[in-house]
């Protein structure tokens, strides 16, 4: 195969023939022959010198030699004195090969005995011929005899032998064992594999069978003697659920398929009807046997099917135990029978024959592993059904565009450690159209709330990629949306987002059926990529999940029914409803009143009329209580609708649902039509839910004709979205410490819905003892909204109950809707408990005193109060911490240098080894990376049962779904590459060398009689070496070892959830574990502290690693105005950065702007520290300037060969580096970009060890500043004056590229130093308006600024304005000289802008 070389040294190949044997016609061949054979003439016959003996070598069509050397086989080989024969090759079809490029395979040996003989052959005499090696098919064959003939050098009719004849003893014939080329399954889309899914019946769509087809090619012929003469047996994976079918529903005939319909010949070889299939015993075999005289030649393509029942749980592509197994088995007679001749995992590879040349040398009949073409695989996904799949449209018109809210939940995770990019893809109906760039995003927030049914957003990152393409070949539009996530789907969740789609031109009754009624639904798939670790190639993308049904319109409504086009949408504003009240209704309270109007058709109709609510909302009246008519003389009070044209058309009062779903009314038959332009409207009575859908669109629809299957009676339908309910949502809790009358940080999360007027206010309640300040001071967090600054927040307790009352009352402003977010000094309180955990509810009132309710409350369970892990502070222990020390080279040692000269694998301690997977470790401080933390914990007390182990890490931090935990053996947690295997047997790095001061004794050491005492060297302390010198060791899991067995783990965000039996024990010296974080914070919290709970204990809060990225990051502009194609704005940055590593003399730090930012090829750069560093420069030493002074061509700066963002700052001169944990300034000249944005887009950071972007050390992202609109023109005249101090008018011009408007502010800033006022004044010196438009309004100044406030006058676009002022010179040029003029809209959005040098100062 390809992966064994020849060996050059061989010169001859021992029997059977080696692969790693080579072509040659070297006489040295014959040292060890591959075979060797007698011949006698026949009675009466003689074979004579120069005589012609060809053998053929069988089977024919698989030999295919490139040379071959005979000898006599010893001295009794030949009669008397021989010379050698020789050896040509010939073609049984072609005959002697002529040339390059021979069409036929060369299977004849041609042997010409020599001219020198002692004798010839007849009678008894026989001769003995040796034949060197041969390059045998390398597909193998099974046992055959040759044939051969003999004939004179001159004759034309040979003396033929045929190969059923026995050329030796009987039964000797040449084998070459068989190899399987290819084995896979097919896995084209329409080819087989119909029914991916699992088969449970639980979630509906029971299949009987799923029907596989297979790609099967051999290397050697196949040829059924018997019916038991072939064999192919069939492995499905293992105790995954999969059962072979019984022989009656097995071996249908594999059609013609898809993906060989365009290939001539189609290469699609059929077994069926010579075959027979059985179902064996055991379920996972399928049994294929050839039935008699049937030949599958050798490297012949054919194509057989199985039909199996899917397994009942879900199989993921990259489970292990996924895969699948063919084993063929065979003889030439029935007493070889069920001999294994041939196995193979089957996969999505072949052999191909190629040549292969090495050291020079051919090397034939050489097989090389190729991919087989898309749409083969040696396995498939067994697809979760995906649930909750439902579709709200915004749109129903035909030939619309339509933003669709899609609702789905998955059943498994999407994603793994390797890989976590995932796909979603959605596919529509025949005509749909998302186009090949579809537009996505996610939904408001307030589907994303913890009230509802956990609706979560898809990881898609900053930017919704979504890209369209034909569902199939025969469709004419991009009917799929394809979504790429960079992150993982979580299983059981479900995710909500919004994509744009163009309806069809016309209904179709598919877009509504289910899956199983039709082959058109909308469905939706998950898919993952999972790394080739066989071949190395790219990634495999496969299927996780799939939608077994059509997604649901109403997500109440009981059957499998989706939505369909309309012939028309109604115009905005054409439907409409209100609410006389959205407070939720409760159970036995009377419904509230809904007004649905205006309903206004655009064209007549009389169809069915159906409205459908929002799910959670009831439809609940009596038919007295159903309003629709307009007010005319004589019409009941009872029945008229304010605000209507006219009556609706019905032909009787609806009743309200009385079964499921009871969020659709609807009216089937009309008396009357409805006439276009005329509003109608009706008023009846609904429950409210007690908060939003979260599962399906929170809006309500009308749709005419919606029982209807013909396009032409499908008229026209509406959507209009309604306010949320008025419910308190986005309720939260969260804590610094859990430990029992201890002060902690209480941070509380609320959205209100309504506005909370002047005494009004918030009452948030919880479980008894908590204490919080009298005079409490909420406190925002980061990003979100502060309360108004007049409310009042006061603390007391329930005297009876000791029930914690925290009530802000709103002030004069009152408090607007929104989601707060903020903190609450509190202590904790003083009694532990672990169950019974009480709640906290947040209700709202407009009026306090009377408790008005305003919004419905919502609840969150309390957390557990727990007593100090490690016992009393007054002990002195502490109750965790990481015990993950800076990071320290390692040393890692080769297994050969380790073998030759008894060193160990590395002089480090083994705490350090935690940076080093060599060493076993896994942990990475760079930020957004997977890694791992050593948690040390000591106990208080040993825990009596089984208890959650919980890990609360700082925010960012992001844990796995199904988070790893490494216990036991204690040798795990620093190296887990130690098995319980090398454990015993002695073979683990630490038991290897036991000389070493730092290793790890195995948990069973003591067991196994080492000695501690006797491997501590004299001159290393005695307490520092070894594990269990530091460390309580893990004790063993079991069911009689009494251990603590670590029974899962569970990852939420930034808490990891672990449930751990009993077995530690209280006190000692810490037990340690390493737990698993798919992903570190971007850059180093704040707080950057851990909590541990376990067992009714809590340890205080403890530091975190420091995430290897950049601190301090700012990046200010000189000018945030366009370049143009006649004109660069050059933009001197200046950043501001620390790092957290050296970057060393060697290596270089990458800054990567935005895109369409340009960075000189050849830039220039400036670097120094910080002056609020304080370094005193007199008292560096030489050593310490390498750091800290940086002279012009210190630093390299290169940009790239072509125009691009990215600069590369090279530290290769001067032994010059920048040091960790000093803040710089790095100043950076680069060209703007040509095109505005309002976003400060992000700026990337990384620094590299050498100068190839492979060694990472820190990286960090940092908001960047937004691009506005360049000033047409901006410039003064002349100075008359360039003297230090020097006061003197300057005449201005400027004009603006848009309107400047009323609100808006025009502002000059001159370099600093510069004075357009005297002090304490905001006049403008000797201000003149000379040209333009700012006639009416006067500048203000203040410093180095000048401004206007646009509050009477607007300024056109390009108006050139012109005016003088007065400006006092500084006393020498500024170190930034330039002149801005910049346009500012309300809010602060700066909207056009233009920076100018200055003029240079002459100093006193």
């Known amino acids: 195969d390809e992966f064994t070389a020849p060996n050059p040294d061989y010169s001859w190949c021992q029997s059977p023939i080696d692969t790693k044997c080579i072509d040659s016609d070297e006489a040295s061949m014959l040292d060890a022959p591959s075979f060797h054979f007698t011949f006698k003439a026949a009675p009466l016959s003689r074979i004579e010198r120069t005589d012609i003996i060809r053998v053929f070598l069988h089977p024919l069509t698989q030999w295919n030699i490139g040379g071959c050397v005979v000898g006599w086989n010893g001295e009794d080989g030949c009669v008397g004195d021989c010379d050698p024969p020789n050896c040509g090759i010939e073609a049984v079809v072609g005959g002697v090969p002529t040339g390059v490029g021979q069409e036929f395979p060369l299977n004849i040996m041609k042997i010409d005995l020599p001219s020198k003989m002692g004798g010839y052959f007849s009678g008894n005499t026989t001769g003995n011929i040796i034949v060197g090696s041969l390059a045998v098919p390398a597909g193998g064959f099974l046992p055959t005899a040759l044939s051969a003939e003999v004939m004179e050098s001159t004759a034309t009719k040979p003396d033929y032998f045929p190969f059923y004849r026995s050329a030796g003893p009987p039964g000797l014939m040449l084998y070459k064992k068989p190899r399987i080329v290819a084995a896979s399954m097919v896995t084209g889309l329409g080819d087989g594999n119909q029914y991916p899914f699992m088969d449970d019946e639980t979630a509906g769509g029971d299949y009987p069978y799923n029907t596989l087809y297979f790609k099967l090619v051999f290397g050697a012929t196949l040829f059924a003697k018997s019916g038991n003469s072939i064999i192919l047996d069939f492995v499905l994976p293992l105790n995954s659920g999969y059962a072979c079918m019984p022989p009656s529903q097995g071996g249908s005939t594999v059609p013609q398929l898809n993906m060989l319909e365009n290939t001539f010949p189609t290469g699609q070889g059929k077994l069926q009807g010579a075959v027979e299939f059985f179902a064996d015993a055991d379920p996972y075999l399928c049994r294929v046997k050839f039935k008699v005289n049937l030949a599958l030649f050798a490297r012949q393509s054919a194509f057989v099917s199985l039909r199996v029942r899917n397994p009942q749980q879900a199989l993921k592509y990259d489970d292990e135990i996924n895969f699948w197994n063919l084993t063929v088995y065979g003889s030439q007679t029935d007493t070889w029978y069920y001999t294994p001749m041939m196995h193979q995992v089957l996969s999505n590879k072949m052999l191909n024959p190629c040549d292969g040349f090495y050291f020079g040398k051919a090397r034939k009949n050489f097989l090389c592993t190729e991919m087989l073409p898309p749409g083969f695989d040696g396995k498939v996904s067994v697809l979760g059904k995906i649930t909750s799949f439902l579709i709200s449209p915004s749109n129903f018109g035909v030939n619309e565009m339509n933003y669709i809210s899609v609702f789905f939940r998955s059943q498994q995770m999407v994603g793994n450690l390797v890989i976590v990019e995932t796909e979603l893809w959605i596919d529509a109906p025949s005509n749909f159209e998302f186009g090949q760039y579809c537009a996505g995003s996610h939904l408001d927030d307030f589907y994303y709330i913890p009230e509802g049914v956990g609706t979560t957003k898809l990881p898609v990152g900053q930017v919704f990629v979504c890209m369209g393409e034909p569902k199939t070949t025969d469709d004419a539009t991009f009917n799929r949306a394809k979504i790429k996530m960079n992150g993982r789907l979580l299983g059981d969740m479900l995710y909500g987002f919004r994509v744009e789609v163009k309806n069809p031109p016309q209904y179709m009754r598919n877009q509504q059926l289910a899956v199983i009624d039709y082959e058109e639904p909308w469905t939706v798939w ?47 504003g054409n439907f409409g409803v209100t609410f006389a009240d959205l407070t939720p209704t409760p159970a036995g309270a009377a419904p509230t009143e809904i007004k649905v109007l205006p309903i206004i058709v655009s064209v007549e109709m009389r169809r069915a009329m159906r409205v459908s609510a929002p799910a959670g909302y009831i439809w609940d009246f009596e038919q007295v209580e159903f309003r629709f008519k307009r007010r005319a003389p004589g019409v009941l009070e009872s029945l008229i609708v304010d605000g209507v044209d006219a009556d609706m058309p019905l032909s009787g009062v609806p009743a309200r649902p009385v079964s499921p779903p009871r969020n659709v009314l609807t009216v089937d038959y009309m008396q009357g039509a409805w006439t276009p332009g005329v509003k109608y409207g009706f008023v009846a009575k609904i429950r409210i839910p007690y908060v939003p859908p979260t599962g399906s669109a929170n809006q309500f629809t009308i749709e005419f004709g919606y029982n209807e299957n013909l396009d032409d009676n499908r008229l026209e339908a509406g959507v209009t979205g309604i306010p949320l309910v008025k419910s308190l949502i986005n309720g939260g809790i969260d804590y610094t410490t859990s430990i029992m009358n201890r002060s902690t940080l209480m941070t509380f999360s609320v959205r209100t819905v309504s506005f909370i007027p002047n005494g009004g206010g918030l009452l948030i309640t919880g479980p008894p003892n908590f204490k919080f300040e009298q005079y409490c001071q909420p406190k925002p967090l980061e990003g979100y909204v502060d309360f108004p600054p007049d409310i009042t927040c006061l603390y007391e307790e329930d005297p009876t109950s000791g029930v914690p009352e925290v009530r802000i009352y709103a002030g004069g402003d009152g408090i607007p809707p929104a989601h707060y977010m903020f903190t609450l000094d509190a202590t904790n309180p003083p009694q532990k408990y672990v169950t019974n955990l009480g709640t906290w509810m947040f209700q709202s009132f407009s009026q306090m005193s009377e408790q008005i309710t305003l919004d419905g409350n919502t609840s969150i369970p309390g957390y557990p109060i727990n007593e100090r892990m490690g016992g009393p502070v007054e002990f002195g222990v502490v109750g965790a911490e990481l015990r993950m020390p800076p990071y320290v080279y390692c040393d890692v040692n080769s297994e050969e240098l380790m073998a030759s000269f008894g060193v160990q694998r590395t002089n480090c301690d083994f705490e350090h080894w935690q940076f080093w997977p060599a060493l076993g470790g896994a942990r990475d401080d760079r930020p957004n990376r997977p890694t791992a933390l050593v948690i040390k914990m000591v106990l208080t007390n040993t825990p009596d049962g089984t208890y959650d182990l919980v890990v609360r890490a700082p925010k960012g931090y992001l844990f796995d779904t199904d988070c790893k935990v490494m216990t036991y053996p204690s040798a795990k947690v620093y190296d887990d590459t130690v098995t319980d295997t090398s454990i015993l047997q002695g073979k683990a790095l630490w038991v290897e060398h036991p000389e070493t001061f730092q290793r790890i004794p195995t948990d069973s050491a003591s067991g196994a009689g080492v000695s501690i005492e006797a491997l501590t060297p004299a001159w290393k302390p005695f307490g520092y070496r070894s594990f269990n010198q530091r460390y309580n060791v893990w004790p063993a899991p079991g069911l009689f070892s009494g251990g603590a067995e670590m029974l899962g783990c569970k990852g939420n965000e930034n808490i990891a959830r672990m449930t751990l039996t009993k077995g530690l024990q209280a006190g000692g010296k810490g037990y340690l574990f390493r737990l698993s974080v798919l992903s570190n914070p971007p850059e180093t919290p704040k707080p950057n502290t851990f909590v541990v709970e376990y067992a009714g204990e809590a340890s205080e809060d403890f530091e975190g690693v420091t995430i290897w990225a950049f601190e301090n990051i700012t990046i200010v502009p000189t000018t945030t105005a366009t370049s143009s194609k006649s004109h660069s704005t050059m933009n001197l940055v200046t950043i501001t950065i620390k790092p957290v590593n050296d970057i060393p003399n060697g290596g270089h730090l990458r800054i990567t702007a935005p895109a369409e930012f340009q960075v000189p ?77 309002p976003y400060a887009d992000a700026w990337d950071f990384a620094s590299y060890k050498d100068l190839l972007p492979n060694d990472l050390i820190d990286e960090a992202t940092a908001p960047g500043f937004t691009i506005n609109s360049a000033v047409e023109a901006f410039a003064y005249l002349r100075p008359s004056s360039y003297n230090a101090n020097a006061k003197q008018r300057i005449d201005f011009n400027m004009s603006f590229p848009s309107v400047v408007e009323i609100g808006d502010r025009i502002e000059i800033v001159a370099p600093v130093t510069y004075y357009f006022s005297e002090r304490g004044s905001h006049e403008c010196p000797l201000y003149l308006y000379l040209q333009g438009s700012l006639r009416r309004t006067a500048p203000k100044c203040g410093g180095n600024m000048m401004w206007w406030e646009m509050e009477e006058e607007t300024i056109p676009a390009g108006d050139a304005i012109r005016f003088m002022v007065q400006i006092k010179n500084p006393a020498y040029t500024p170190e930034i000289n330039l002149f801005q003029l910049r346009q500012i809209k309300p809010g602060g959005f700066r909207r056009s802008s233009r920076m100018i040098n200055g003029y240079e100062i002459i100093p006193e």
């Open 1161 to 1237: 090829t050849a830039c220039d750069v400036e670097i120094f520290p910080h002056p609020d560093m304080g370094l005193n420069y007199t008292a560096l030493t030489i050593g310490d300037l390498r750091w800290a002074e940086f002279l012009p061509n210190d630093v390299i700066c290169e940009g790239d060969d072509t125009d691009s963002s990215r600069a590369r700052l090279l530290f290769t001169r001067n032994n010059k580096f920048l040091k960790a944990q000093i803040v710089y300034v790095i100043r950076l000249n680069i060209r703007n970009p040509e095109t505005t944005t």
């Open 526 to 572: 998950t898919y993952q990529w999972t790394a080739d670790t066989y071949w190395g190639s790219e990634p495999i993308l496969n299927g996780v999940d799939g939608a077994f049904f059509t997604a649901k319109f109403n997500e109440e409504a009981p059957e499998y029914k989706s939505w369909g086009v309309y012939q028309r949408n109604m115009a905005a």
